[in-house]
């Protein structure tokens, strides 16, 4: 069964050309899928409107997918992908003023879901709904396996955390985050939610310890 989802999820999407107005074209398409997302919602999207609102025609729009659907899977994937560069950079760049690595990832992660969390929201509806669950949890378990690769850089000394302890954390926050997203939360962008997300992980390493 897994499988047979799996091959459902790839047999949706068409092989995007890597030319440069290729890139373009598919950006376009994304840009404007996003905006009808955001403001109308799943049900206004069509691919005639995606075309109109890209600047491109029905049939150019066909040419890269070859129907709403594989749009909004391909668009969930960069998603993903989008999270787990923001939130990997932040842990490991060493030229942020913001020397607590922890506090940079939970802004990163912040960020990268507020970003149209309407559409965001309704791309992994649909990417789960053809069963890409797998996929979805793919960018936790990666920020989790940079984190212990850089263990000694981010948390102070005496505070590793085991991979079971990281694996809880990061699930945790990651979850607290979405939620707070979708709920449109007023407080998203107060410093006070991102000290108390700082404040959970610091507070769980030192009671697992």
């Known amino acids: 069964m897994a499988a047979r989802k799996r091959n459902k999820v790839r047999e949706t999407t068409r092989r995007i050309p890597r030319r440069s107005n290729g890139r373009a074209t598919q950006a376009a398409i994304f840009e404007a899928t996003a905006r009808i997302l955001q403001s109308d919602g799943r049900e206004a999207l069509n691919t005639n409107l995606i075309a109109q609102k890209a600047g491109i025609s029905i049939g150019a729009l066909y040419g890269y997918f070859p ?87 981010i948390f102070p000394a005496g505070a590793a955390p085991s991979r079971i302890t990281l694996f809880v954390l990061t699930r945790a926050v990651d979850s607290v985050i979405r939620t707070a997203t979708y709920e449109h939360v007023d407080f998203l962008h107060e410093r006070a939610f991102e000290d108390e997300l700082v404040r959970l992980v610091y507070g769980y390493l030192g009671n697992a310890s």
């Open 67 to 153: 129907n709403k659907q594989s749009i909004l899977l391909a668009m969930a994937r960069r998603e993903l992908d989008a999270i787990r560069e923001r939130v990997t950079g932040a842990l490991t760049d060493p030229h942020d003023p913001e020397r607590d690595a922890v506090r940079r990832a939970v802004r990163a992660l912040i960020a990268g879901y507020n970003a149209r969390g309407k559409a965001r929201r309704i791309l992994m509806e649909t990417l789960f709904a053809h069963g890409g669950n797998e996929e979805m949890a793919r960018p936790v378990y990666e920020i989790a396996e940079t984190l212990v690769a850089h263990v000694g850089h």
